[in-house]
């Protein structure tokens, strides 16, 4: 069974590994993720809301024997085996990729504009 000392560890643990992995700022878990955004899948914020449910009724004696503590456990565990396949690294290189791409997509297309208004325009 899972205590409220025992959520709490484990959600700043999550907490710390969001905030290592994503460098957001955030005092609970909740803003944190809403801050990563579109950076993690949707399960993972339906997994934080979960756990975020769970921190509700630890005010409550009564509340926290109705929580599903299998169920928490097993968000904790997702939550984290999901941050830790985040590698800071090869995010940046991919959005600098992603830039580069992008980049060089819009100069061959402003080229071929040229060409065309040249051509159209007699000079080539």
Do not use: C, Y
Request: glycine share 6%.
């Amino acid at each position: 069974m899972m205590d409220a000392e025992t959520l709490d560890r484990k959600t700043a643990d999550v907490l710390a590994l969001a905030k290592a992995k994503f460098g957001v700022r955030g005092r609970s878990l909740e803003k944190a993720m809403k801050k990563v955004g579109r950076r993690v899948p949707n399960w993972v914020h339906k997994e934080v809301r979960v756990i975020g449910e769970a921190r509700g009724l630890t005010g409550h004696p009564k509340l926290m024997m109705q929580m599903d503590h299998a169920r928490v456990e097993k968000a904790f565990d997702a939550i984290t085996a999901h941050l830790e396949t985040v590698d800071r690294r090869e995010r940046r290189i991919d959005r600098i990729l992603d830039v580069l791409g992008s980049l060089s997509f819009n100069l061959i297309v402003l080229t071929a504009l040229v060409i065309l208004f040249l051509r159209w325009h007699g000079f080539i």
